[in-house]
Structures are given as C-alpha cells and as structure tokens.
C-alpha cells in the first residue's frame, strides 16, 4: 500500500501558484526526498499532506485513506518552523507531545528517556527549552517528531542547521525506521544530503515535478561515459586506446571520456598491464549536477 | 476528549507557574484586604500626628476673640494629633492693614487658611459672612477645612446666644433634649444573635453586589489576558504546527479554553475564599446561597467562554502582544459598562437599563450577577432567558472563533483583516 498519494493536486496562494497539478506516489518503506530550490513548494506540499492547508484542487490520500486526521496518530511531522514551549523543561516538551500522540503510562516515560538517549540529550533533560543551542533544540524538534514511533515521517528541511555528526545521527535513525519498514518522506534543498539517503526522489520546481523516480534507476539512467583515474607511470597511452575519445587532467586525476556503449572493463584491463592503477571510478552524475541540469533547463523553457 | 484534557492540563500547569499568574491572584486579595482594613482604622478616627494648621484671623467686628479662642482650645484638647493654631489680627486701629497682613501672610505660606469674620456678623439674620480664604491649598487639608469652618460658626453662635441672652442652663438643656441615640440593628436569625452595625457595615452591604460583580469582571478580564499571551507564545514560537500535527484547530482551542477555565475557577474560588475570610475577621456577615453560587457559576463560565473565544480568534489573528492591544480595547470596553453603572443597577434591578443590560451578551454575567446580589427578586423566567440567550450567543462566538483560530493561528507576518476574517467565516 502507498504511504501517501497525491492525484493532481493543485495550491495557489492569491496569485501565486505554489503547486501546479502534482503526483506523486509514496510507497512504504522507502525514504522519498522532495527535493528542489527554495519556493518550489517543497513546504507547501508536506503542508497539505498534513491537512494544514487545503489543495484547491486533487486529492490527497494518506495510508489509502482520504482524511489525514484519522492517521494523526500514526504521523509524525516536523514542519519547517521549529518551535517548542520555550519555558518548559526538555523533558516535559518530549512528555507532552508524547501524550498528545497518545503514548501514556509507563511506555510514554520509556520512549520519553529512549529517545533523549538516541538524540544524545539526557544530559539536558532537565534544563529548559530555551537553555538548548539550536543543533540541540532541532534534535528535540525531532524526538518530539518521532516519539510514538510513528508509520510515516514528514520532515520538512530536517537537516538545516545541524553539524555534520548530528546531520549523520539524524540520517542513522532515518534509515533505521526504513529498515523497521517506516515510511520517511524529507525535503531539503541540499542534494548532497539528499543522494545519500534517498530511495527516491521527488524534484520540484515552480511547484511542478520534474522529476520523480528512484534514486539508483535516475544515476543509472544519467550514467555517463566518463571515467575518473588515479595512476602511476607514463600515461600517454591512454589517448591512443580506441575506446577513449577525450581526456582531460584533474589535479593528480585523470578524467577519460570513453565512446558510446564503451566497456569500461576493458579500460581497466589495458590500464592495470600499463600502469599501476590506485582508484578507478565510473562517474556518476551528482543529484547536484541533475538538479542544476534539469532546474536550469526548466527556467530556461519558461523565459 | 483525550488530547482536549491534555492540552488544558498542560495549559494549567505552565500558566499555573507563571509569575504574573502568581502575583495576579495574590495581589488583589491584598489590595481588597487594605482598603478594607484602613477603611475600618480611618473610621475609628486612629491616624497618626499630622501637622499644625495654622489660621490667621481678622476679626473686624472686634467683639469674638475670646469665643474663638474657647473654640479652639476645646477642639485642640479633643483632637491632640491634628491641632489648629489661631493668631487673631490686631484690626483695632487699622482693619484694611490687618487685612493686608493676613492676605500677605497666607500667600507667603506663613498660615494655611486666612478667615475673615465681617463686623456684621454678630446681627442675626444680617448679612455678614465668615470668609475663609485659601491659597493653592493642599490635599491633605481639605478635610480639616470643614473643622474649622464648623469652629468659627460656634464661636459666632455662642456669641449670638449671648447677646440674645438666652441663659445658659436653656442651652444645656437644649442639647439634651435634642440628644436622640439610635441603634442600628441586623436581625439575626434568632433573637439573640442581632447584630449591632456601623456605618462601615452598611457601606459593605451597598459593596456586596459590586463586589461579586468585580469578582466576575477579574476572573473573565484576567484569564482572558492569559489566553492571548499563550496563544501568542505557541504563535512566535512556531510550536503551533506542530501542536497541529496532532491534535485538530479545535481541539487545540478547547483544551486552551477548558485549561484556562480551570486557572478562572481556581483564581475566583481563592478570591472568595480569601474574601470570605476577611469578611468573618472583620466580623461582617455577608449570606450568600447556595441558588446564588450556583448562578454565579453558570454566569461566570458562560461569560468566560463568551471572552475567551473572542480572544482565541483576536489572539490567532495577530502576531505581536503589542498587535493585539489594538483589537483589544473595543472589547474591554464593552466590559467595562457594568462597572460604570453598577450603582444604578443595584438601586433600580428590576428597572428598564438593568434589564436590558440583562439581555445584552457581553454584558449580561456581570448585570445578572449585580441583580442577583442586590437582594431584590428576580423574574426565574429572566435569568432562564438571560442563561439561553447568552448560552447561544457562546455557541455562535465558539464557532466563529475556530474558523477565524483555524486560518489566523498559521498566518504569519500578516494580520488578517476584516475582510479576510469574513472569508474565514463564510468558508465551510
């Protein structure tokens, strides 16, 4: 069954359009990332998953069910605006909302010091909201998400503001409630933190997809002929090979563009009786180069 | 249900701890106690020394020293923290200087009242006066004002009985016979528990209905002010969307609403209490009935529902306390009605302005409560139909209000206007 399904979902905000007949379907399972630059409507999207606002037009099903209120209780969300009740103490917040997802009794004050644990912020249990750094304060905003262990995971720019140990941290658990068979669907406008976690991905822009599909399929999909090298030795036969059309020196790398439908397996055979070979990787477009690509075209079509 | 408890429970606890709270619900119990404990020691006349007024006089009939002085020295030895000193002019030779003199004296700040007694003064039914001059006085003289004025009508009096020669035993008698003792008495409810009252027990009885009525006015005005500052707080905190992701916009207001509720209950159920206390200590015995607890509260919740809904809506509509303060003032105003026609009420509570206050929503907690507590009856077919109609207005306001906290409570930056909140309304 799907997580979430959106069917031709329309939103304009007075004149603005902010989402332009989206679809996109979220499977169970998988950590999905809605990626795209600010004011794509990344934001605006997770929102009316929530039922936060309404689509003007299209629908919205959660879990295969139309009202997302019935499935509260098996979401958690952490919107883009974080926010706690400043005075009180990092363990009454964790409680409260705990309580208010509907974890009671003993099992409320077992998920409450697990996760301060998990988050590494037993320490500060006591201390108040407002005493928190905000690396602190956003990994609070996240165990208040995930406290009741829910199915789907709505994280709205989860990792903006976050050290890279905490990014790290928060990415572990990300994949770990995967692994449990949980849904996490994220949106960021960093692609690097993107590629790392993603099963798929959602590219948006203008608050239209450009692209939506799963990660490996798109890098396989865009993978392109060009080989990155590190060698030792003379190198000047590598031009001469009939496979290779191009190279060019990078620093102490090599980048050698083959012909189409070239096998690379063949380049490391007659690089390895040649040279001694130290690293030899088959490029793969970054989500970053996608993203500039197809962003980039997208704006150039509108103009 | 759940969450809605929730919410109010933590709504409790934090507002609960807060310091304003603390100081709020102290402070007024204080400040009541006071004024009534001064009251009470103002009245036995036990104030501490003030200064000697001094009173320059000119007397151009030439003819009252000696009644003056008798005046005052009599009124000094019966009032020995707050004496009068008289310096009599010398008018023998020239009465324009002495005049002068006592004019000069006055505004230099050498004496505090200048009295000028007219030679005339002594004719009965003449035209001579007694003027008593002032210059910038000062507040805390006024009152002795009328002391002396009531001297130097003595002193003229005794004089006047003199030279009508009327014998002095006649005037004893006179103030004897004119000596009538009155006793006021509360019946109690046997014959040996009557009560003796003073004049600070009657002005507590016309207080009573004023009092439950001002009970009311803080208990809905003050926790009102605490729903807009905990709506405020989860607004520029942010917290708000993610108290929405799992619980509804009306969930969230009703916990608030019932929360707050609770804080109402308790801050007014100490007041009284507090109130009630003081009452017994001062030995004042207020009766009220279990009927009129039972209208209080209904009254009371009624009219606390009515308010904080509105401040739900004006609290998620704006951004800043300072934004709201604005939107605020037209409906403290309307709060504030009754405390400016309490006295007519009480007087008149069956009359023409106090029934239709009655039936006017915001209004009718605090009327009814005055009614009610003025001990005059009231229709029951009244107060059902004031408790309906304000029950409905409540259900109505409640409605408007989780449209309007439903949009504005996620609006930032903007205040909606009316228009905007029109829409609100209108969208199902």
């Given at each position: 069954?799907?997580?979430?399904?959106?069917?031709?979902?329309?939103?304009?905000?007075?004149e603005?359009?902010?989402?332009?007949?989206?679809?996109?379907r979220?499977?169970?399972?998988?950590?999905?990332?809605?990626?795209?630059?600010?004011?794509?409507?990344?934001?605006?999207?997770?929102r009316?998953?929530?039922?936060?606002?309404?689509?003007?037009?299209?629908?919205?099903?959660?879990?295969?069910?139309?009202?997302?209120?019935?499935?509260?209780?098996?979401?958690?969300?952490?919107?883009?605006?974080?926010?706690?009740?400043?005075?009180?103490?990092?363990?009454?917040?964790?409680?409260?909302?705990?309580?208010?997802?509907?974890?009671?009794?003993?099992?409320?004050?077992?998920?409450?010091?697990?996760?301060?644990?998990?988050v590494?912020?037993?320490n500060?249990?006591?201390?108040?909201?407002?005493?928190?750094?905000?690396?602190?304060?956003?990994?609070?905003?996240?165990?208040?998400?995930?406290?009741?262990?829910?199915?789907l995971?709505?994280?709205?720019?989860?990792?903006?503001?976050?050290?890279?140990?905490?990014?790290?941290?928060?990415?572990?658990?990300?994949?770990?409630?995967?692994?449990?068979?949980?849904?996490?669907?994220?949106?960021?406008?960093?692609?690097?933190?993107?590629?790392?976690?993603?099963?798929?991905?959602?590219?948006?822009?203008?608050?239209?997809?450009?692209?939506?599909?799963?990660?490996?399929?798109?890098?396989?999909?865009?993978?392109?002929?060009?080989?990155?090298?590190?060698?030792?030795?003379?190198?000047?036969?590598?031009?001469?090979?009939?496979?290779?059309?191009?190279?060019?020196?990078?620093?102490h790398?090599?980048?050698?563009?083959?012909?189409?439908?070239?096998?690379t397996?063949?380049?490391?055979k007659?690089?390895?009786?040649?040279?001694?070979?130290?690293?030899?990787?088959?490029?793969?477009?970054?989500?970053?180069?996608?993203?500039?690509?197809?962003?980039?075209?997208?704006?150039?079509?509108?103009? | 249900?759940?969450?809605?408890?929730?919410?109010?429970?933590?709504?409790?606890?934090?507002?609960?701890?807060?310091?304003?709270?603390?100081?709020?619900?102290?402070?007024?119990?204080?400040?009541?106690?006071?004024?009534?404990?001064?009251t009470?020691?103002?009245?036995r006349?036990?104030?501490?020394?003030?200064?000697?007024?001094?009173?320059?006089?000119?007397?151009?009939?030439?003819?009252?020293?000696?009644?003056?002085?008798?005046?005052?020295?009599?009124?000094?030895?019966?009032?020995?923290?707050?004496?009068?000193?008289?310096?009599?002019?010398?008018?023998?030779?020239?009465?324009?200087?002495?005049?002068?003199?006592?004019?000069?004296?006055?505004?230099?700040?050498?004496?505090?009242?200048?009295?000028?007694?007219?030679?005339?003064?002594?004719?009965?039914?003449?035209?001579?006066?007694?003027?008593?001059?002032?210059?910038?006085?000062?507040?805390?003289?006024?009152?002795?004002?009328?002391?002396?004025?009531?001297?130097?009508?003595?002193?003229?009096?005794?004089?006047?009985?003199?030279?009508?020669?009327?014998?002095?035993?006649?005037?004893?008698?006179?103030?004897?016979?004119?000596?009538?003792?009155?006793?006021?008495?509360?019946?109690?409810?046997?014959?040996?528990?009557?009560?003796?009252?003073?004049?600070?027990?009657?002005?507590?009885?016309?207080?009573?209905?004023?009092?439950?009525?001002?009970?009311?006015?803080?208990?809905?005005?003050?926790?009102?002010?605490?729903?807009?500052?905990?709506?405020?707080?989860?607004?520029?905190?942010?917290?708000?969307?993610?108290?929405?992701?799992?619980?509804?916009?009306?969930?969230?207001?009703?916990?608030k609403?019932?929360?707050?509720?609770?804080?109402?209950?308790?801050?007014?159920?100490?007041?009284?209490?507090?109130?009630?206390?003081?009452?017994?200590?001062?030995?004042?015995?207020?009766?009220?009935?279990?009927?009129?607890?039972?209208y209080?509260?209904?009254?009371?919740?009624?009219?606390?529902l009515?308010?904080?809904?509105?401040?739900?809506a004006?609290?998620?509509?704006?951004?800043?306390?300072?934004?709201?303060?604005?939107?605020?003032?037209?409906?403290?105003?309307?709060?504030?009605?009754?405390?400016?026609?309490?006295?007519?009420?009480?007087?008149?509570?069956?009359?023409?302005?106090?029934?239709?206050?009655?039936?006017?929503?915001?209004?009718?907690?605090?009327v009814?409560?005055?009614?009610?507590?003025?001990?005059?009856?009231?229709?029951?077919?009244?107060?059902?139909?004031?408790?309906?109609?304000?029950?409905l207005?409540?259900?109505?306001?409640?409605w408007?209000?989780?449209?309007?906290?439903?949009?504005?409570?996620?609006?930032?930056?903007?205040?909606?206007?009316?228009?905007?909140?029109?829409?609100?309304?209108?969208?199902?």
């Open positions: 069954m799907d997580a979430v399904l959106l069917n031709n979902v329309h939103k304009s905000f007075g603005v359009l902010a989402v332009n007949n989206l679809s996109v979220v499977p169970t399972g998988s950590i999905y990332g809605f990626l795209g630059p600010n004011g794509a409507g990344k934001t605006t999207t997770l009316m998953i929530m039922n936060i606002i309404h689509p003007d037009t299209g629908r919205i099903q959660i879990f295969g069910d139309s009202s997302v209120d019935k499935a509260k209780a098996r979401i958690g969300y952490m919107p883009e605006e974080r926010g706690l009740y400043r005075k009180m103490t990092v363990t009454k917040v964790l409680a409260y909302f705990g309580a208010l997802k509907g974890l009671a009794g003993n099992e409320l004050s077992r998920q409450v010091s697990r996760w301060l644990d998990r590494d912020l037993t500060w249990a006591p201390k108040k909201v407002e005493e928190l750094s905000r690396g602190m304060h956003q990994k609070l905003q996240f165990a208040v998400t995930a406290i009741n262990g829910p199915e995971l709505i994280l709205d720019e989860p990792f903006a503001g976050l050290d890279p140990i905490n990014t790290d941290l928060l990415k572990a658990i990300m994949i770990e409630m995967r692994d449990e068979g949980k849904t996490v669907i994220f949106s960021t406008h960093v692609m690097h933190e993107a590629e790392k976690v993603c099963d798929s991905i959602l590219l948006i822009n203008k608050g239209r997809a450009v692209l939506d599909d799963n990660l490996a399929h798109i890098q396989s999909q865009r993978a392109s002929n060009v080989v990155s090298v590190e060698l030792e030795g003379d190198t000047g036969f590598i031009e001469k090979l009939p496979i290779v059309t191009a190279i060019k020196s990078n620093g790398r090599l980048e050698i563009s083959l012909v189409d439908n070239a096998d397996q063949e380049l490391v007659s690089l390895v009786s040649r040279v001694r070979v130290k690293r030899f990787e088959v490029k793969v477009p970054s989500l970053h180069e996608i993203f500039v690509e197809l962003v980039g075209k997208g704006d150039a079509e509108d103009s | 249900m759940q969450k809605i408890l929730r919410v109010a429970q933590r709504e409790y606890m934090e507002t609960v701890k807060t310091k304003t709270f603390i100081l709020g619900i102290l402070m007024v119990p204080f400040i009541i106690g006071a004024i009534i404990f001064f009470g020691r103002m009245a006349g036990k104030t501490g020394p003030q200064p000697t007024v001094k009173v320059a006089v000119a007397d151009l009939s030439n003819a009252l020293a000696d009644e003056v002085k008798e005046s005052f020295d009599s009124y000094n030895k019966d009032n020995p923290q707050r004496q009068i000193n008289v310096n009599m002019l010398e008018t023998q030779e020239d009465s324009d200087k002495a005049d002068n003199q006592g004019r000069n004296k006055l505004r230099q700040g050498q004496v505090d009242v200048y009295v000028v007694l007219d030679n005339e003064i002594l004719e009965v039914e003449g035209s001579g006066k007694i003027r008593l001059y002032t210059y910038k006085p000062k507040a805390s003289n006024i009152d002795i004002l009328w002391t002396i004025e009531d001297r130097f009508r003595k002193a003229v009096v005794n004089h006047r009985y003199k030279t009508q020669k009327i014998p002095e035993e006649f005037l004893t008698k006179l103030s004897e016979i004119r000596r009538v003792p009155v006793e006021r008495l509360e019946m109690g409810s046997s014959d040996d528990k009557d009560r003796v009252q003073s004049d600070i027990d009657r002005a507590l009885k016309m207080m009573v209905p004023f009092f439950f009525m001002y009970l009311i006015f803080m208990g809905i005005v003050g926790t009102g002010q605490h729903m807009i500052s905990s709506v405020i707080e989860e607004k520029t905190s942010r917290v708000i969307e993610v108290l929405l992701s799992a619980v509804s916009p009306f969930q969230l207001m009703a916990g609403i019932l929360g707050l509720g609770g804080i109402g209950l308790t801050v007014v159920g100490l007041w009284a209490v507090a109130a009630c206390i003081t009452a017994r200590w001062q030995g004042l015995d207020i009766d009220v009935t279990t009927e009129f607890v039972l209080f509260v209904i009254y009371y919740i009624l009219g606390f009515l308010i904080t809904s509105l401040l739900t004006v609290g998620s509509i704006c951004n800043t306390i300072k934004e709201t303060q604005g939107m605020m003032m037209p409906i403290m105003m309307v709060f504030i009605i009754p405390l400016l026609a309490w006295f007519k009420v009480v007087r008149d509570p069956n009359g023409l302005m106090s029934r239709v206050f009655s039936f006017l929503p915001p209004l009718t907690p605090m009814m409560i005055l009614r009610l507590s003025s001990g005059s009856d009231i229709l029951k077919v009244e107060i059902f139909a004031s408790i309906v109609l304000l029950a207005t409540v259900l109505a306001a409640m408007a209000a989780a449209k309007v906290f439903r949009t504005g409570i996620l609006m930032y930056g903007k205040r909606l206007g009316l228009r905007e909140i029109w829409l609100c309304l209108r969208q199902s």
